[in-house]
C-alpha cells in the first residue's frame, strides 16, 4: 500500500487519521490543527482575559500534560499574557503519586511553570491511604473525588490564582454525558457540558479547554511532539475502566469515530432545552448554563486525573449495569441509535425535564453560600467533603452523595 | 521458502506506553522475532502478532486489558511505524522486517 500523502500540505507522509473527520494528516499538519483548533475553543469561549493567572491542575498524566504544553504553546504564539502555573494534588497515596508527581516536577522545568503541590492531609487531616484504612477501598474514589475538587479550589486560592483549567477532553464529557443520561439526571447531564463551571459568585472558575478534544488525539499530540507523561491505573480502582461508559465510549468511537463529539454536540443541544440557554458546538455562550449546583459538576473521581469525570458513581453504576445485565442490551441499543437517525426534537421536548436545580438525590436546597464547618463555598448547608469528613471521623462509611 | 518458513522470523521492534508497559514486563521496548507466518501458513500480520504477544511475551494475567474477543481492546492505539494503523489496513497489514509496532493505551489516567 503505498503511503497516503497528508491532506493538508500534500506533501509529506499522513501518519494520523482524525476520528472527527477522517483526514488524514502529516505530523507537523496535526500538531498545527490540533494547537488550532483549542486556540479557537479558547477565544470563542472568552476563556481567558489578558495577563489572568490561571493555575492548570496538573496530574502528570496526558491530558493535563498535553494541556500544560499546547497552553505555553498558544500563550506565546497568540500573545494571551497568561501567567500559567501547574498546580497538583497529592492524595497521599503511597506509591501512587511518587512518579506521577516526579513528572509533573519535570513539566515544571520543561514548560518554565511554577508549581505548586497541595496534600489532602494538609487540607484534610486525612490521607486516602487512611482514608482507605478506614471504609476500605469500595467507594473511596467518592471520597478521592470530592476531596480533590476542592482541593483545586483551595490550592488556587492559596495562590491568589481565580482560575484553574482542568484536562478534560471529549472523551470525558461525552462519557459523562451518557451516564447522567442513564441516571435520567438531565440537570447535571447539561451542567456537565458546560465549559465553564462556576458563575460569578464563585471565588475560583474552572474550566476545560480540551473540552472538544479527542482522547485520542491528545495522546497522538503527546507521542508526536515527545511530551514526558506518566500513565497510571489508581492501584484503589483497578476496575475503572472494566465494562464501563468509558469502554462504551471507546467502542463506539472505533465503530463510528464521530459518536464521541456527537455526544458532546447532544449533551450540549440537551442543555439548552433544560435550561433554555445555548452552549453552541464552539461554546461560544457556554460560560452562563453552569446551573447554581455547580459544586456537584464534574467531580474529580479515580484515576490519576485531576478532576475527571466521577468514578464513584459511574463504578457504582457499572455495577448496577452489571448486576442488571443490562449492558449489552444497552451498548446494542446505543450503537443502533447512533447508526440511525437522532430522536425527533418533539420527543425530547416531551420529557418531564426537571430543574436546573434538581437532582435525582438530596435535598434541592441549591442557595450559594459557605459551608458552615469551613466557610468554604457551597450549595448546602454543610459542604460535601465536610460531610465526607464527618462520616470518616466518626469511622462511618456509608455516606453516599 | 516453503522449506524454511515454519523457522523463518522477521526481527522487529514492539513498543508499549500509556500503561500497557505493565502488561509486558515492565518494559517499553520489546525486540522480537516474530514468525513469518501463522499456522495455516499466511504471512505474519497484526491480528498474528497481537496473538503472539498474548501467547509469548505477556507477563500479566489480565489479558483483557491488551485484548477483548479476539481483537485489541478498544480504546489502545496502534501505531505502525509511527502512523496510525487504520491508514496501514489495521489487523491485515502484512509485518515486514525491522517495523515498529507502537501499542499505546488511552484509558489510563489523565
Ligand atoms: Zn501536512
Not at chain 1, 224 to 246: M, N, Q, V
Request: proline fraction near 3%; glycine fraction near 8%.
Amino acid at each position: 500500500m503505498a503511503p497516503a500523502l497528508c491532506a493538508n500540505c500534500k506533501t509529506e507522509r499522513a501518519l494520523i487519521k482524525r476520528p472527527k473527520n477522517h483526514a488524514k494528516l502529516c505530523k507537523a499538519c496535526f500538531i498545527t490543527v490540533f494547537e488550532d483548533e483549542v486556540h479557537h475553543t479558547i477565544i470563542s469561549s472568552q476563556l481567558f482575559r489578558l495577563g489572568e493567572k490561571v493555575a492548570i491542575g496538573a496530574s502528570g498524566g496526558k491530558d493535563s500534560t498535553v494541556l500544560a504544553s499546547v497552553l505555553k504553546t498558544l500563550n506565546e504564539r497568540h500573545g494571551y499574557g497568561l501567567e500559567l502555573v501547574l498546580l497538583s494534588i497529592d492524595e497521599g497515596i503511597k506509591g501512587y503519586r511518587d512518579d506521577s508527581l516526579e513528572t509533573v516536577k519535570r513539566n515544571a522545568v520543561q514548560y518554565d511553570m511554577p508549581l505548586k503541590v497541595v496534600g489532602y492531609d494538609e487540607l484534610y487531616g486525612w490521607t486516602m491511604d487512611q482514608v482507605v484504612e478506614t471504609i476500605g477501598k469500595k467507594g473511596n474514589c467518592t471520597y478521592c473525588g470530592v476531596f480533590r475538587r476542592q482541593a483545586l479550589d483551595r490550592g488556587a486560592k492559596m495562590l491568589g490564582i481565580k482560575h484553574v483549567v482542568t484536562g478534560h477532553n471529549a472523551d470525558d464529557v461525552a462519557e459523562t454525558v451518557l451516564m447522567n443520561l442513564l441516571r435520567g439526571d438531565l440537570a447535571r447531564l447539561s451542567r456537565s457540558t458546560s465549559i465553564v463551571t462556576g458563575d460569578s459568585r464563585s471565588e475560583v472558575k474552572r474550566s476545560k479547554p480540551l473540552k472538544y478534544s479527542y482522547e485520542k488525539e491528545i495522546v497522538l499530540y503527546a507521542h508526536h511532539k515527545r511530551l514526558d507523561y506518566f500513565s497510571t491505573e489508581c492501584i484503589y480502582s483497578p476496575e475503572a475502566f472494566r465494562g464501563s461508559a468509558r469502554g462504551l465510549i471507546k467502542q463506539l468511537e472505533r465503530v463510528r469515530p464521530t459518536a464521541i463529539l456527537d455526544i458532546v454536540r447532544s449533551g450540549e443541544d440537551m442543555a439548552r432545552l433544560v435550561l433554555g440557554e445555548s452552549t453552541s458546538s464552539c461554546a461560544c455562550k457556554g460560560q452562563k448554563s453552569a446551573g447554581l449546583a455547580f459544586l456537584e459538576d464534574d467531580i474529580g473521581g479515580c484515576g490519576s486525573q485531576n478532576g475527571r469525570t466521577p468514578g464513584g458513581e459511574m463504578a457504582a453504576m457499572d455495577k448496577q449495569l452489571r448486576e442488571n445485565e443490562a449492558h449489552e442490551a444497552l451498548e446494542v441499543d446505543i450503537v443502533k441509535a447512533m447508526s440511525e437517525n437522532k430522536v425527533g426534537s418533539e420527543k425530547e421536548r416531551e420529557l418531564p425535564i426537571r430543574s436546573s436545580n434538581g437532582t435525582s438525590r438530596g435535598p434541592a436546597r441549591q442557595v450559594l453560600g459557605n459551608c458552615k464547618r469551613c466557610g468554604y463555598m457551597s450549595s448546602q448547608e454543610i459542604c460535601q467533603a465536610c460531610m465526607l469528613l464527618e462520616g470518616l471521623n466518626k469511622n462511618r462509611a456509608q455516606i453516599q452523595i | 521458502m516453503a522449506d524454511t518458513s515454519e523457522t523463518t522470523t522477521i526481527p522487529i521492534t514492539v513498543d508499549f506506553s500509556g500503561g500497557l508497559e505493565m502488561l509486558f514486563d515492565s518494559k517499553r521496548r520489546h525486540s522480537i522475532s516474530l514468525p513469518a507466518t501463522d499456522g495455516s501458513g499466511k504471512p505474519a500480520n497484526i491480528a498474528f502478532l497481537i496473538d503472539h504477544l498474548c501467547r509469548n511475551l505477556m507477563k500479566d494475567p489480565r489479558a483483557e486489558l491488551f485484548v477483548l474477543d479476539n481483537h485489541i481492546r478498544p480504546g489502545i492505539l496502534v501505531l505502525i511505524n509511527d502512523a496510525d494503523w487504520e491508514l496501514e489496513g489495521e489487523e491485515a497489514y502484512e509485518i515486514q522486517p525491522r517495523d515498529n509496532i507502537l501499542f499505546v493505551s488511552t484509558l489510563h489516567g489523565g
